[in-house]
């Protein structure tokens, strides 16, 4: 009877989906190596920021307005909108491993995730992307000037989003840690340096 329970938790556990979480501050190169990860381990890229700003774009979400706020304030978005969010893509889609980017960023984004969706998925680890603070300015400035759309583009906002990315989400890189399940990256390297160093970790998944 154990070997059947042995063999039923087995199938349990590779018939759920794989998550990675990709977390680092604004202008890190998130979703620069995410697209790369899709592209050659076939991942399915889901960012949590373009979730919501996606959401906003609807002109009959009820979300729109109060999430619009948070990005111009860069301050985080409730848990239960974004879970939502990212469970609703989850499920439209026939893949079974994401890149969930961008989240968690805070530990009330942790329990939501914990208490909708995280005994769904197999967590495989955290891929940090840690880069400096003026090298992520300077990118997301130099984004902001190219045309990237995003309102919080901007020096003020990027300030601000920092300051929530310290305060908020190194706490959750850390906690994941202790866990050993963060992979630290040093993103104020060139794309392909990191890029390199990212496709070891992925190569055996």
């Given at each position: 009877m ?15 989906s794989?998550?990675v979480f990709?977390?680092?501050?604004p ?7 995410c697209?790369?990860?899709?592209s050659?381990?076939?991942f399915v890229h889901?960012?949590?920021g ?10 009959d979400s009820?979300y ?6 948070h990005?111009k304030?860069?301050?985080?978005v ?5 879970c939502?969010?990212?469970q609703?893509a989850?499920e ?9 980017d ?7 984004n942790?329990?939501g995730w914990?208490t909708?969706?995280g005994?769904?998925?197999n967590l495989l680890?955290v ?12 990118r997301?400035i ?5 045309g ?16 929530t ?7 959750i ?8 399940l963060?992979?630290?990256i040093e993103?104020g390297?060139?794309v392909?340096?990191v890029w ?10």
């Amino acid at each position: 009877m154990s070997f059947f329970r042995s063999v039923y938790r087995r199938f349990i556990t590779m018939s759920k989906s794989q998550v990675v979480f990709v977390l680092g501050g604004p202008g890190a190169g998130k979703g620069t190596q995410c697209s790369n990860i899709v592209s050659k381990f076939g991942f399915v890229h889901l960012s949590a920021g373009d979730l919501l700003r996606a959401e906003c774009s609807k002109p009959d979400s009820m979300y729109g307005e109060l999430i619009n706020t948070h990005i111009k304030n860069g301050t985080i978005v409730p848990v239960e909108i974004t879970c939502k969010l990212i469970q609703n893509a989850m499920e439209s889609s026939s893949a079974n491993r994401f890149l969930i980017d961008g989240f968690p960023r805070n530990k009330n984004n942790m329990i939501g995730w914990d208490t909708t969706i995280g005994d769904k998925v197999n967590l495989l680890f955290v891929l940090f992307l840690d880069c400096p603070e003026d090298i992520c300015i300077e990118r997301c400035i130099k984004r902001g000037a190219a045309g990237s759309g995003r309102t919080d583009d901007n020096l003020e906002s990027l300030k601000k989003r920092i300051v929530t990315f310290v305060n908020d989400s190194m706490p959750i890189i850390e906690y994941f840690n202790k866990k050993n399940l963060v992979k630290r990256i040093e993103a104020g390297k060139s794309v392909e340096d990191v890029w390199s160093e990212i496709i070891e970790l992925f190569k055996d998944i």
